[in-house]
């Protein structure tokens, strides 16, 4: 039998607290029981401590809503991709349509990027500034020299990016993750869409520790277990390597 407490509260020890009022915590684990939910498993990087880890980390927002959390004014600044053709599907568009004091649409974010196009080369990466009132939006522009991003390509645009965040005003700060993308596509040296871990690795290794908010179709991943944090824990590798 579970040991109990000598406390006042008779509190039972050893069984998990419940997460839902009445009867939640078994509905949801019904709910989990349909394959055709979304859902996303979680586990911790470390154990909680005393001293907060001051190391400098991306935070992934799982199951966010980055325009949500926008609209909401949680940040000073987004990072996400721009082009000079077309950006009628891009989240840049969609949170210009959005928020009631911005003077931008699709079609000046469009024009306004095919300035800068061929601006210093069209092969190389820019990163323009969007002043949307709320929120200040710091667009990679793709090269018009390509049909898609590359690693290198974001690699470059971060460097800048992380420059530009040294002015506080701009921070807190979101990015997209730029997979699952329509028009700005980012594929890696054998044109195929990178993993998460690459492009969090790209992010954090060019300077950038603000938030990442992973695609939405991040969220019908299988069953596997995703950490909040990026560097992701050493245990991770010690496993690939065949330890434990």
């Known amino acids: 039998m579970p040991a ?28 989990l029981a349909d394959p055709e939910e979304q859902r996303i498993v979680l586990i911790p990087d470390a154990l909680p401590s005393r001293q907060p880890d001051a190391k400098p980390r991306l ?23 721009v082009n000079s053709t077309d950006n009628s599907h891009g989240i840049i568009a969609q949170l210009a349509s959005m928020l009631p004091t911005s003077q931008w649409d699709e079609k000046s974010i469009t024009a306004y990027a ?10 190389k990466v820019k990163v323009l500034k969007f002043d949307m009132d709320m929120v200040e939006v710091l667009a ?10 590359t690693i290198d390509d974001l690699a470059s ?28 596509v980012l594929l890696d040296d054998r044109s195929k869409e990178p993993a998460f871990e690459t492009v969090l690795k790209t992010m954090f290794d060019s300077g950038y520790t603000g938030d990442v908010y992973p695609s939405p179709q991040m969220w019908q991943l299988p069953p596997i277990g995703l950490f909040a944090r990026y560097p992701f824990p050493a245990s991770l590798d010690q496993m690939r390597e065949g330890g434990y």
């Open 157 to 184: 645009a971060f460097r800048i990016v992380s420059g530009m965040l040294h002015r506080s005003e701009r921070l807190p700060c979101a990015s997209v993750s730029f997979l699952g993308a329509r028009a700005n």
């Open 140 to 149: 990679v522009l793709r090269p018009p020299a390509r049909k898609h991003f």
């Open 59 to 81: 935070r992934i927002m799982w199951g966010q809503h980055l325009l949500e959390d926008l609209l909401l004014g949680r940040y000073r600044s987004v990072v996400c991709a």
């Open 114 to 123: 095919a300035q800068f196009a061929t601006t210093g080369g069209e092969s």
């Open 4 to 31: 109990v407490s000598r406390s006042s509260s008779h509190a039972v020890i050893g069984i998990a607290p419940k997460v839902y009022h009445s009867d939640g915590d078994e509905l949801m684990r019904k709910e």
